[in-house]
């Protein structure tokens, strides 16, 4: 079965600052989708990034970029210049590609100091 | 344009009481997931339909949570008899459930409290 670890429970970084979320995931597939969810106090739960395991370009959106080590079957997260409105849970998920079933890491408590 | 909705955004209740958590998709997507949040076990999901048919119920706790979806716009799950150890805080999401990234949207949720 497939399995999503997040080895930090907790973070924080100074506003501004730059900041690294670590996930780690294993499977046997060679087609799978990668992705990182917000939840902010809201619950709500957002959809920040995203990647396709056969590119070998790394995903960015705007101050969110991952770091996609396929052989180390690593996906981390870097969130330049941190804002206050980052604050937030991040989940790491993976999913098979084909496939329906999203599979969550759990969490990383990441925490902005003004 | 609308998101996901969910109804009762919160809801307390006292144990061995029938919960019913309702779920709208967005309009035109035809996969629906239900998903659970706790502290100890993180996000699981629960059970998905695809075009209104269950396909994949493996996640469902026991036999006292039922899904059913009786068409694209409408799902709800229920809980009976409820136990404390079912307060969490139940998603919805849905998707257009074809190839490709798939990406999921997710309801606001709904908190459940059982006393």
């Known amino acids: 079965a497939q399995t999503v670890t997040q080895s930090q429970p907790e973070m924080s970084v100074q506003e501004a600052e730059t900041v690294t979320l670590s996930c780690t995931y294993d499977?046997?597939?060679?087609?799978?989708?990668l992705f990182w969810y917000k939840q902010p106090p809201s619950r709500q739960m957002i959809l920040v990034i995203r990647?396709?395991?056969?590119?070998?370009q790394n995903a960015t959106e705007n101050r969110f970029s991952v770091n996609f080590q396929k052989a180390a079957k690593s996906f981390s997260l870097k969130i330049s210049d941190s804002q206050l409105g980052d604050a937030a849970m991040y989940f790491c998920?993976?999913?098979?590609?084909?496939?329906?079933?999203?599979?969550f890491g759990q969490g990383t408590r990441l925490t902005i100091n003004p | 344009d609308a998101g996901v909705i969910q109804s009762p955004r919160h809801e307390v209740t006292e144990m061995g009481q029938e919960v019913t958590l309702r779920c709208k998709p967005i309009?035109?997507?035809?996969?629906l997931f239900w998903y659970r949040q706790t502290m100890m076990r993180g996000l699981e999901l629960l059970i998905y339909?695809?075009?209104?048919?269950?396909?994949?119920d493996s996640g469902m706790p026991e036999d006292r949570f039922s899904a059913k979806m009786p068409n694209a716009s409408f799902s709800t799950l229920k809980i009976q008899p409820s136990e404390p150890r079912d307060s969490a805080v139940y998603f919805c999401?849905?998707?257009?459930?074809?190839?490709?990234?798939?990406?999921?949207?997710f309801g606001p949720g709904t908190r459940l409290t059982v006393l």
């Open positions: 499977t046997s597939e060679s087609d799978y989708y």
């Open positions: 309009s035109g997507h035809n996969s």
């Open positions: 339909f695809n075009n209104n048919v269950p396909i994949d």
């Open positions: 990647q396709e395991a056969y590119k070998q």
């Open positions: 999401a849905s998707s257009l459930g074809l190839a490709g990234f798939n990406e999921q949207f």
């Open positions: 998920a993976y999913r098979r590609g084909g496939a329906q079933k999203l599979v």
